[in-house]
């Protein structure tokens, strides 16, 4: 089928074409909604208007307990009586007066008004209680004072008791004391004043090493108690010899070691001994300075415990 062909020419289709023309050509006009802003507005307007503050609620506080006042107890009992007593007395004494004056009959039928008002006795007073108080209390620090000075008598005596030779005595038992003296070149023996005796335990306890300073018989005397102390805490004992060539060593029962230093005598030259080098170096941490050269007596020592006595000379 043969497509139909458009007359040009025909007037009223090149007036539809023209009307359609213009349609195409104009611009588009798009509807916009109008928005109202009476809401927002309304709602900016109250946040610009400053609103009041809520006014506090108002708290009622309670009110404090009020305090309760406990009033011991009136002893009724005894006021009452005591009223009651006065009053009976008050009594008799006007019934006494108008027998005396005749005045007035004198009924007995009512017996009970004649009579006597009972007596209630009172507590004792103060002064009273006192005195009871005191009348217990001086026999107790009587008794007590009594038997502190029977202990201080005893105490006493038995102090007197002891003698001062069996003080001495007991002392001396755990004790050992000697003379330590020297012979002089005129063959006179003379105190070694100044030498040093030194005790050592069987057994070495400990491993600290003593300082050689204070052993010697020329060192200071404040060396030398420092060095007996330390010697006594390893469970020996240490000692100087006085003017008169004595010494006295406090120590136990047992079996010991002892070296002597003599302050005048030089030492001869000789072989050493072994038993006292090695003895020597537990002790002390210079031994070869110990001895110096000073004679020595080194020797077995056995403590009874009974007043043990140990002399010397050299």
Same mark, same amino acid.
């Given at each position: ?15 539809? *074409?023209?009307? *359609? ?77 108008? *027998? ?101 335990? /069987? /057994? ?86 110990? *001895? ?23």
């Amino acid at each position: 089928m043969a497509a139909p062909e458009l007359d040009l020419e025909d007037t009223h289709l090149s007036r539809a *074409l023209d009307e *359609l023309a213009k349609l195409v050509d104009a611009p588009v006009q798009v509807a916009v909604p109008v928005k109202s802003l009476s809401d927002s507005d309304d709602i900016e307007t109250d946040n610009q208007i400053p609103q009041p503050l809520p006014e506090p609620i108002p708290i009622e506080v309670p009110l404090p307990p009020t305090p309760i006042v406990v009033v011991p107890p009136t002893n009724a009992s005894l006021t009452a009586l005591s009223e009651n007593g006065i009053a009976g007395e008050r009594g008799l004494l006007a019934e006494l007066a108008a *027998l005396s004056d005749g005045s007035a009959p004198v009924d007995f039928s009512d017996a009970k008004k004649f009579e006597p008002a009972p007596t209630y006795t009172s507590r004792p007073s103060q002064a009273s209680a006192l005195k009871t108080s005191l009348m217990l209390l001086v026999p107790f620090v009587a008794g007590m004072l009594t038997e502190r000075f029977v202990r201080i008598f005893e105490r006493h005596a038995r102090v007197e008791a002891v003698s001062p030779e069996a003080a001495k005595r007991e002392s001396a038992d755990n004790e050992l004391t000697g003379r330590i003296t020297f012979k002089s070149k005129e063959g006179e023996s003379q105190p070694d004043r100044g030498a040093r005796v030194i005790v050592f335990p /069987q /057994q070495r306890t400990g491993e600290v090493k003593l300082s050689v300073v204070g052993f010697r018989p020329a060192d200071a005397a404040a060396d030398q108690l420092v060095v007996n102390a330390a010697i006594k805490a390893l469970g020996g004992a240490a000692a100087t010899v006085d003017d008169r060539g004595g010494y006295r060593l406090p120590i136990e029962a047992g079996s010991y070691r002892i070296l002597v230093l003599s302050h005048f005598q030089p030492r001869p030259g000789g072989d050493a001994d072994p038993a006292l080098d090695k003895l020597l170096s537990e002790y002390f941490d210079k031994p070869e300075d110990l *001895l110096g050269r000073v004679q020595h007596q080194f020797s077995p020592l056995r403590i009874k415990g009974t007043g043990d006595t140990w002399d010397h000379s050299f």
